[in-house]
């Protein structure tokens, strides 16, 4: 079944600070969890919820984010009717992209005006989850909400880099901070917001013509007050990925079998771009445990605790613990990784060793030869 | 009309008998190989990679699962605008129809979409067999040849020489003889079952051989003798790399089994040959840390808790802990649980292998066969193949 749901998936000035991750790409198509993009999980979401007319509005950095997407067919999003729409920034001159999001609103509002669909979620790219919309929807109806807002009950949060959400007893967001803020609060905001089309278009054109560009900075966080706000509390699991410490952790909790069940299954599968690449290699000697591992592998050596992206080679004595390895990364004989990122496409020679900690690992930037 | 130089012909009605349980619900073509595909897959994969853009696939036998696999070729980049892949199954006409008589008959019920696209050249292959083969360097030798027909041929032992069709030829590759399955064979050119031919050539021959009483309507054992007889210019096209007949629940072990090699005679990592196949899209597998994996296959989705040895998993398999695998095909979905010992099996796809079972052994003269869908109960020993 349809849902009356439009979604936007909004990369314009996504908070990160993902350092060497993001040089060459923007946040939503960092590598996730073997075979993923971030973006994956919030579009898989919406696609399983019911939905099929989804826009991107891209922003800086969107090659990657173009051959990714492509035609949408890997969500199922080649439709006649609908479908996806990647939305590259429509700008005049450089000082366009320092506007804010509301700006780039406005400048897509063909894309609202266009469709008879009521509602609108405006998300985010960085939020790890698998989440069914339309749920939020029937909440946001039955509850009467101006705005529904998906949170999480988050305590042990403070990794990635979140807005927090203060609530009264009926479940309505009576406060909300950027993530830099004093807001004492066990609630996380997963930048999910459900409104009404036409109550967005009137934010978008009001708060600009109040001289203000930031959606929920300026169009939503000062109305706390005058429109009703609720929060909608998202039961499943979350990962806040957007900065360095928060994409560590977060990859290496998909290692506990119950979150890789959960994020992966529940309640839809997560789609991506198909490689074709064959069933994964392990070789005679190999020793491969507590580890994540993608197709077109090919491992002889030794690999703990780690999450190995599709097309890796580990060599014969070598031995990758508590890593990451993108895309096609190769480990040389008797190599040695320990607490390290590797971004797609490094080669760690024969006999290197490359160490980081548990709270602070190597990065080592694309195409890398060590 | 959309013109193609030369089309290709896929025959995928094998009904596969002597894979037993694992066909009871669907054809050959469609049975999984390599931990990954379909066989298939490889066929369709290489008329892709030889440049080859229409495709008509002929199905017959038990096509419900080869249909929805097939769809309308994405996976193979074959839903193309003018070519692409169409299912051809028998169908009626005004003056009823029939069910396709034989390989040769099939083409002829669906000459009438050959005429379409006005090829050239037909090429005609089978959706039985395991290769990787481009056949645009079976077209080039066929125009080299000015040939009617090339068949594809492979050397085969002389021991197994009369289980094939053996062709014999003199030093242009031309065909002096053809044999289906010689007693006493004069060559070990075995045909591979691959065939192209200058269209107007088949066509011509097609026609006469429904006109013909008694014809088993057999490429084999009727189109290529008969075009011989007549003095057409038949060649042949050496193949030297890896080919398997994968008919046999035997054989299927043994192609699954031939992957594990350190260095594989059928690669399939070649980057500039992938075999494509429909894409489960299951996430990345996961080896639990009481796990032990070695000289093995495993495809995405699959959760591993035992050990598993010389095997090869297809997606979403799942060994529980304490479980023993070693030599042995688990085809996808089958779940296996703890403590189970399977040895010189195949499990076919959404089976279930219970607690402590045992399932064939190391010494076992055949090799032991759970079919599609079954369950095996907890502590169940089954160390004979299933008639």
């Not at chain 2, 997606?315 to 189970?340: H, L, R, W, Y």
């Amino acid at each position: 079944m349809k849902l009356p749901l439009m979604g936007v998936i909004n990369l314009i000035h996504e908070t990160e600070d993902m350092g060497p991750l993001t040089s060459a790409r923007c946040l939503a198509t960092v590598p996730f969890g073997a075979r993923y993009r971030l973006i994956d999980f919030v579009l898989s979401s919406m696609v399983n919820s019911g939905m099929n007319k989804v826009a991107v509005f891209a922003h800086t950095k969107y090659r990657s984010l173009m051959d990714h997407l492509g035609s949408g067919s890997n969500w199922d999003l080649h439709s006649k009717q609908s479908g996806l729409f990647v939305l590259p920034p429509s700008i005049e001159d450089q000082s366009d992209f320092g506007k804010g999001d509301l700006y780039q609103f406005y400048r897509h509002r063909d894309y609202f005006a266009r469709s008879p669909l009521e509602y609108v979620v405006v998300a985010r790219s960085h939020m790890v989850c698998n989440i069914d919309f339309a749920k939020v929807l029937d909440q946001h109806r039955a509850r009467g909400s101006d705005i529904t807002v998906v949170c999480k009950e988050w305590p042990e949060a403070a990794t990635g880099l979140t807005r927090k959400a203060k609530l009264d007893a009926d479940g309505r967001i009576v406060d909300m901070q950027d993530h830099f803020g004093r807001l004492a609060s066990d609630v996380v905001s997963m930048e999910m917001y459900v409104l009404r089309k036409e109550l967005l278009l009137d934010l978008v054109d009001t708060s600009l013509a109040q001289g203000k560009d930031h959606f929920v900075r300026h169009a939503v966080m000062p109305r706390l007050g005058e429109l009703k706000v609720d929060a909608y509390m998202h039961e499943g699991f979350l990962g806040v990925v957007n900065n360095i410490p928060s994409y560590y952790k977060h990859s290496l909790e998909l290692l506990d079998p119950n979150v890789w069940n959960e994020l992966f299954f529940e309640p839809g599968p997560i789609f991506t771009k198909v490689k074709d690449e064959p069933p994964t290699r392990y070789r005679a000697g190999s020793s491969v445990t507590g580890s994540l591992i993608a197709n077109g592998c090919d491992i002889e050596g030794r690999v703990e605790g780690s999450i190995l992206f599709r097309g890796v080679k580990v060599h014969k004595d070598a031995v990758v613990r508590n890593s990451i390895v993108m895309q096609n990364g190769v480990i040389g004989e008797h190599g040695l990784l320990s607490n390290c990122i590797l971004d797609k496409e490094v080669e760690i020679r024969s006999d290197q060793q490359l160490m980081g900690a548990s709270d602070l690992p190597y990065i080592a930037l694309k195409r890398k030869i060590i | 009309m959309h013109k193609s130089e030369c089309i290709a012909m896929l025959l995928a009605g094998g009904e596969g008998r002597r894979l037993g349980v694992l066909t009871k619900d669907l054809a050959k073509p469609a049975v999984h190989f390599g931990g990954k595909y379909r066989i298939i897959d490889f066929t369709l994969s290489n008329c892709v990679n030889s440049g080859i853009d229409t495709v008509g696939v002929l199905t017959q036998y038990q096509p419900l699962v080869l249909n929805r696999y097939l769809g309308i070729g994405s996976p193979w980049g074959l839903d193309r605008r003018g070519g692409g892949m169409h299912v051809l199954p028998p169908y009626v006409r005004s003056k009823g129809g029939t069910w396709y008589k034989g390989t040769a008959n099939a083409i002829y019920q669906n000459m009438g979409f050959i005429e379409g696209y006005d090829p050239e050249y037909v090429l005609i292959i089978s959706g039985d067999h395991i290769y990787k083969m481009d056949y645009d360097e079976l077209l080039e030798s066929h125009k080299r040849n000015r040939a009617d027909a090339t068949i594809a041929v492979i050397t085969v032992p002389w021991a197994e020489a009369s289980r094939f069709g053996i062709l014999s030829v003199d030093e242009d590759d031309r065909v002096v003889e053809f044999a289906e399955k010689p007693k006493q064979p004069n060559s070990n050119l075995a045909s591979m079952g691959v065939y192209i031919f200058s269209w107007k050539v088949l066509k011509e021959a097609l026609i006469r051989d429904e006109a013909t009483q008694g014809s088993s309507n057999d490429f084999g054992k009727d189109i290529i003798p008969t075009l011989l007889e007549d003095g057409a210019r038949l060649f042949t096209h050496r193949f030297d790399g890896y080919w398997k007949d994968v008919g046999t629940i035997d054989s299927l072990w043994e192609a699954n089994m031939d992957l594990l090699e350190d260095e594989p005679a059928l690669n399939l990592n070649d980057r500039s040959w992938r075999i494509y196949s429909v894409n489960p899209n299951m996430p990345a597998h996961y080896l639990s840390p009481t796990s032990s994996v070695q000289s093995s296959l495993i495809n995405e989705g699959c959760v591993v808790e035992g050990t598993v040895n010389r095997s090869v998993l297809f997606q979403c398999v799942t060994v529980g802990e304490g479980s023993f695998i070693e030599d042995s095909v688990i085809m996808p979905n089958a779940k296996i649980g703890k403590n189970a010992r399977i040895v010189r099996a195949i499990v076919g796809d959404g089976a279930f292998v219970g607690d402590g079972c045992v399932i064939g052994s190391a010494d076992a003269a055949e090799i032991a066969v759970v079919g599609s869908g079954d369950r095996i109960e907890a502590e169940a020993k089954l160390e004979e193949a299933k008639s």
